[in-house]
């Protein structure tokens, strides 16, 4: 039998030194981003460039390590170990659990990227492609690798980040942060200065990884405000939406798990799913129907290629700028998901859940980039509408121009930019319950005071990231503070196998196993010893 769950250390009460830490460091960048933006900018430019240079094979071969492991643990013996007591049943239902899983583990990013990845990818092909612009081989490798960054391989480092802690937290009776998964490794110095190091570390990948996804909404919301009113997009009126929906947050923050996220969740994959029908329906409806198939198999067949494309042959600023950075930025946000994921994941299977986890998500995200990426090639490609110009101005006008180019154009915008809003809301809302419970001793409840202060914390890196240089500043932010925790998810997937290993449900039976045949032989012989024929019993009687 599993242990009972239970917390080893207070529920509600905060730790001092990492909250205390956590909040200092977020506020000296916060106050960096404003009084200093340039020089701000200026640090992570050259800080990136040396981390792409120095460890982008590290990004590379740790991303890779992750979905491989995934899938090994779902398919060996560990893949029957159920998270919590065996006779746990799963807390939410399954459309729940994918619907808060899909919204918290990509959300923003499946909409700023939809249209803006393909049709950039298009217009400059990834040199490894060896392709010319504008063609059909480009609009082909543009789909290919839009997949490879959007569906296996960042749902295989989320599965192994939130397998780790849903089996620390639900199967070992620990709290539910970052540290405690590491107690296979470091044993009673997971409680003390080594585990509060681990969970700052996983704070700041949090704050940077959910502060990107929000500069992102940011700028997409304005850029719809734009699209479908006429006001202007500027840093003005990108900072007031960045305090409009941190706001919007707090009061969900109030409604609590499963009320506020759950409720958003549900609400964010109906207007997607809306969203993405009616452009299927209304755009190129056999051509989206043949480019699923087609990138699908695309995407299969030089998976091993890609994967392990490190820079060395190829050009590495274009690694850095697409590979990498969303290897880090899936990394940086594998503490706030993982724990997200794993705090709603309670009861079901290490089978069921990786399946879950990898499968489902992928799957609708390989959907969702057929049928928005393949309208946006079909409507560049036939000259409807200038796509790759209005990349060209700005990323987050790609969708937008898609949907001008598509009838209800005014309707839609407005309903794309209510669904980055939700999105927004859902991810910051999310990111601040993680952050209260890594903070708070691993409570799965923190003291909603702590998790709105981490909501508007995460709203101001937001924004100073922003005023420091825009989408740059984001994804040099993400890049850099994903470095470090890096090593701490390698060292999540070996204390994970370490601990699985010795679990009662995969140990062998003890002594050899045999057949049901041999075992019903051995029995028959045993009876006939005990119990031998009347003749048998005749000759052997006494003085015969």
Known sequence: MAEQVRQDRPAQHADRVVLGLGVTGVLAVVAWGVLGGGSLAAFGKSGLAWVISTFGWFFVVAADA?????????????????????DDEPEFSTLAWVSMMFSTGMGIGLVFYAVAEPIQHYAAPPPAAGVQPQTGAAAAAAMQYTLFHWTLHPWGIYAVAALALAYSTFRKGRGSRISAAFAPLLGARAYGPAGQAIDLLAVFATVFGSATSLGLGALQVSAGLDSATGVPDSIAVELVVIAALTAAFVVSAFTGLHKGIKWL????????????????????TIYTLEVLPASVGDYLSHLVVMSTRTGAFTDPAWLGSWTIFYWAWWISWAPFVGIFIARISKGRTVREFVTGVLLVPSGASVVWFAIMGGTALRVQRTGTRDLVADVGASAENALFGLLHALPLATVTTALAAVLVALFFVTGADSAALVLGSLSSRGALRPHRGVVVLWGILIGAVAAALLLAG????LQQ???????????????LAVALVREMAADPAVRPRPGPRRSGLAAAVRAARSYEEENPPPVTRWFHRPGR
């Open 66 to 86: 992750f979905l491989v492991l995934s899938v090994v643990l779902a398919a060996s013996r560990f893949g029957r170990i159920r998270l919590g007591a065996d």
């Open 265 to 284: 969740s549900t609400s964010n994959v109906v207007l997607a799913v809306a969203l993405m029908v009616f452009v299927f329906v209304a755009g190129p």
């Open 470 to 473: 825009g989408l740059a500043a």
């Open 477 to 491: 932010a993400t890049i850099l503070v994903a470095l470090p925790f890096v090593v701490v998810m390698l060292g």
